[in-house]
Structure formats: C-alpha cells, structure tokens
C-alpha cells in the first residue's frame, strides 16, 4: 500500500489529497496542515468580517472529520512540516500545540503549503489591533476585535484585491475606512485608465484613499499595547485598528537548500505535469511556479481558483492510472466586486504586454448589457487588447455594473485558444433582449478594435488629453445630444451633436487638432469618418468616451 502525504489544507491540498484517495481506494493518504481548519474559503473572508457571511462554519467547506469519516483520509491540523529529507523519504514535522516532533515516512509527496502576508519590517507590530489577513483565523481575529472594541476609524495599508474588499466591508459596518498604496493607483496590477476610474468609485463610497503614499510605521497608547496612528511618508492618519494586506510569498521556508527547485520569490519550480525538480514530488497552489498562457513564460498568480484545478491534477497525476494531465498554464484571470461594481482582468494588460516585449494595440469601450428600451440596463467599460503583428488577442479588463465576468470569461476563452480579433468579431454568443445586445460587448469591442488596427481612426486616451487640456491650438468637440451635454462635460469643450454634424461641421476649424468625445466612443467614431471624408486631418477620438474618463466628476458607476 502506497503511503501519500499532503502538505497543505486549504485548497491545492485537499484536492490532491481527495482525486489520489478517490483514484487508489487502498493508499494510506494523510494530510498536514499547520491551521486549526481545512478547506474553507479565504476568498470570503472580507465577507464574513463584514457581516455578510454570518455563520464562520459557513466558510468551511469539508472538516478534518468529514475527510476521515467520508473518505479516509487522516488529516493533522495545527501541524508544522519542518524539513522534507527527498532522499529518505522522510517529513519532520511539529505539533504545534505540545512541541513534540515527529517523522513521518511517504512513497509520494504533495506540497500544497500555500502562501502567507508579506510584512516589510516597517509595517510589522505586536499591537493588539494590528493584523493581516489570510486565514479563516485572521477573519475571526478581526472581526472580534471590531465588535469588542468601539472601533471607529480603520486603517487598511495595501490596495489590492484583500485591502479593497476588505475597506468595503468594513465602510459597510459604519466604520470610516483609511485606504493607504505605494503605487500611485489602486489595484496596481491593472492598467491605469481602468484604474484611475477604480479611484474614483472607491472614493465616492466614503473610503479616504492615499495613492502614491508610503506607510512608514506607527504611533502607539502610552502602554504601548495599541496603534493609534499610521505614519505615512505624507501624513499622520488616525487609526483604531491596522490591517496589512501588501502581498504574500510562497510558504517555502522548508525547502530552501533542498533539491527542490525554488524561483527567486521562492516558489517552487514545476514541470507541466506539476512535478518538481525531485522525482515523485508535486506542487501546486499558492506555494508553486505557474506557467503564463500568452508569454509561455515562468509566473506566480497566487488565485485559489489555480490551486484548486491544479490540486486535482496533481492527484491524477500521483495515481498514474492513465496518461499523465498536464497544466496548460495560467491567464491571470480575476475579479472582485466593490461597491456594485464589477472589476477584472484576464490576460495580459498594456503594461504587462509592454513588459514581454510584445507590440500590441488596445481599445476601450463603453456597452450596455442589454438594448436601452429594456429596464435595468446596466452599463460596462471593456478594455481589449491584442498583438499588432498578429491580431491575437492578448488581454482584456473591464468594469462596470453589467455582466463583465461574461465579457471576461469569454475572453479568456478565446486566450487558451490563442484566438485572434477576427474570431471574437464573429463568435456566436447569446442573444435574447433579457441579456445581451444584438451585437455582444464582446463582438462589438473586437469591431472596434479590428476598426483600430486596420487604421480606420486614430484615438487619444485619457490620460494623454488631460495633458493638453489647456493646448491653445486643440478643439474638443463633444457630439452628445445638448441635454447630455448640459448635465456633464469636459472644461472647455464645444457641443455639436452627431445629429447636426452634417449642416453644421463648419464651425469646426480643420487647422486645429480636434479631439471627438461622446458617451461611450460610437458617435465620435462615426463622426471621425464623416469629417475624414471632408478632408479633416488631425482628428482623435476620446477613447472609451466619458463613460472611461476618469477625471469626471463623478464616475458613471
């Protein structure tokens, strides 16, 4: 009878451990894991803080006893694999509960150890209202300390996904939120324009964000015992309670100066079949390598919906019952909700692409979810971006209060299939007023972008018309109807709608740069070509119209 450990019991792990049991009924399987739990759902932990999620054992979704009872598996919670001897075969692990320490032997081994919160040392404290969040403990943490204390401002550093959700779930509660971010944008693994809009929305929602800030450390009570304030490289904000959400790295720590293989960040290096560089051991989840889909290039996305696909393959893999499945790799797809607002990715965005050395060309685009004379109409930014040489579809983001996880799913779709413009501007996708245009967000974003590519206009970005505002020698001119135009519009511009463009177009100037905005790009597009035809040359187009402008005054969101 084979002997099979498993270090690891969130997500990676337990899949591992369950696809081997279930493929060899006769392998003694036990898994490890250094947290009182197992199997339950990180990704909810903001909502459980926030009251959304009531009931913790709601987020667990299979106990220690459920895996014994129900499928034979023996699980040791509030254990610590210390060292793994690959050559004997042996983990040395500890009890964290007694110290005392043991060794077990295995025929195979899964490493599913996960990942844990980055602290620069700087940021690190012993307070007692001083946390990060990772584990269903660390959600159980916060929230007791927030309904024993008489909390009232909240100071989150880090603004990605973790920070986010959890601003918004704490905000929810009454409690005025601090949101502090090195990078000069939220969510920083996004483009700029999309961003920028993020800002905004997050803003609105009585959340006090601090881009571009540094936290520096902290001021304490006199006894010492709390965080009172966050020192930021800025300002002195007040805090009653401090959350640190910059990041994780791989739980690797044993494994350093084995024979497995690590990546500088110190993952652990995979081959497509996730086994690592010792013959007979895998990894997958948050603690292994990844293999980006579009650069085929070595990458690290910590999502728990990678560690779950990847945990099942690792145990067909180890049951070798048949050809071996291999992991075609990852897409960085993600998203989350905030405020109503949908926010996500998939693929590669501009700075990633500009990074692979890869040219591209990209188009943002304003849609709603179904026709306009439906009720509910819920409207979506679309970002698509594809390589120049090729047309291949590289990327895609979106935001929006319609279905982007549709328009991103899709995208991602045509992203493992390596498709192209072409084939997104004619996939047959569903079509019934209740839900969707006639013409899909997605084919309607692949026309405009196949109308980009084959240089049919010429378009600005947001940030690169908030810079020449004030040039002396540009006309805006916006297209929208006068009634659009009164409620909202960019300084400086003139209104002249679509609808009279073609008796009136002399009131522009042709020896200016003219710049045509609308609401969501298709007016001024159309615009574009009219004045084309009349000899117009320097003319641009505001890409993503001011649905995608993120300097209005409020966002569309």
């Given amino acids: 009878m084979s002997k099979l450990i498993v270090i690891g019991g969130v997500a990676a792990g337990p899949k591992a451990a369950l696809k081997a049991k279930r493929e060899r009924p006769d392998w003694d399987v036990t898994l490890i894991t250094n947290e009182p739990d197992i199997t339950y759902s990180g990704c909810s932990l903001p909502y459980y803080i926030g009251g959304v999620l009531e009931n913790r054992d709601a987020l667990i979704v299979k106990t220690p006893d459920r895996l014994r009872d129900a499928f034979g598996i023996e699980v040791l919670t509030e254990h610590e694999v210390e060292k793994v001897d690959f050559n004997r075969r042996e983990v040395l692990v500890k009890n964290l509960k007694s110290g005392d320490l043991f060794l077990f032997s295995y025929d195979q081994l899964v490493i599913a150890s996960g990942a844990s919160p980055v602290l620069p040392s700087l940021l690190r404290s012993d307070a007692e209202n001083f946390f990060t969040l990772r584990t269903i403990h660390d959600g159980a943490k916060i929230k007791s300390y927030i309904e024993a204390n008489a909390i009232r401002k909240v100071g989150i550093i880090g603004g990605s996904f973790i920070g986010l959700e959890l601003a918004e779930n704490i905000a929810r509660l009454g409690i005025s939120v601090s949101l502090i971010e090195f990078a000069p944008q939220l969510l920083p693994s996004f483009d700029t324009d999309i961003a920028r809009v993020v800002n905004n929305i997050v803003a609105e929602n009585a959340v006090s964000t601090f881009v571009g800030e540094s936290a520096k450390g902290y001021r304490y009570s006199a006894d010492r015992k709390r965080i009172v304030q966050i020192e930021t490289d800025k300002r002195v904000l007040d805090a009653d309670l401090v959350v640190v959400s910059v990041g994780v790295a791989p739980n690797t720590g044993f494994l350093k100066g084995s024979e497995a293989a690590l990546s500088p960040n110190g993952a652990i290096k995979v081959d497509p079949f996730l086994q690592t560089t010792v013959p007979g051991v895998y990894a997958a989840g948050d603690c292994a390598e990844n293999l980006n889909r579009i650069t085929g290039e070595a990458c690290w996305y910590p999502m728990g919906s990678t560690a779950n696909k990847a945990g099942r393959i690792c145990g067909e893999n180890l049951a070798a019952l048949r050809e071996p499945a291999s992991f075609p790799g990852v897409l960085g797809t993600m998203i989350l909700k905030l405020f109503g607002v949908g926010i996500g990715k998939t693929g590669l965005t501009e700075k990633d692409a500009a ?6 060309d ?29 047309g291949r579809i590289l990327g895609a983001q979106a935001l929006g209060k319609g279905p982007i996880d549709k328009y991103l799913d899709t995208v991602a779709a045509a992203l493992h299939l390596r498709g192209t413009v072409e084939d ?21 974003a692949a026309n405009v972008l196949d109308n980009y590519r084959r240089g049919r206009y010429e378009k600005i970005s947001s940030e690169q018309l908030k810079g020449i505002l004030q040039a002396p020698d540009t006309a805006l001119v916006d297209v929208r109807e006068e009634d659009e135009f009164a409620l909202e519009h960019i300084p400086g511009s003139i209104n002249l709608s679509f609808a009279h463009l073609r008796s009136q177009h002399k009131q522009i100037p042709k020896e200016c740069s003219i710049i045509l905005i609308c609401e969501s790009g298709k007016r001024a597009y159309m615009a574009y070509r009219y004045l084309k035809n009349l000899r117009y040359e320097d003319i641009k187009v505001l890409d993503g119209g001011l649905q995608a402008y993120p300097f209005r005054k409020a966002s569309l969101f």
């Fill in 424 to 444: 997104l501007q004619c996939l047959d996708l569903c079509y019934s007023p209740l839900f969707s245009t006639p013409i899909s967000a997605i084919n309607l």
């Fill in 362 to 390: 990209s188009v943002i685009i304003g849609t709603e979810d179904k026709p306009k004379h439906f009720p509910g109409v819920q409207n979506s930014t679309l970002k698509l971006l594809s390589e120049k040489a090729t």
């Fill in 355 to 360: 990074a692979a050395g890869i040219e591209y």
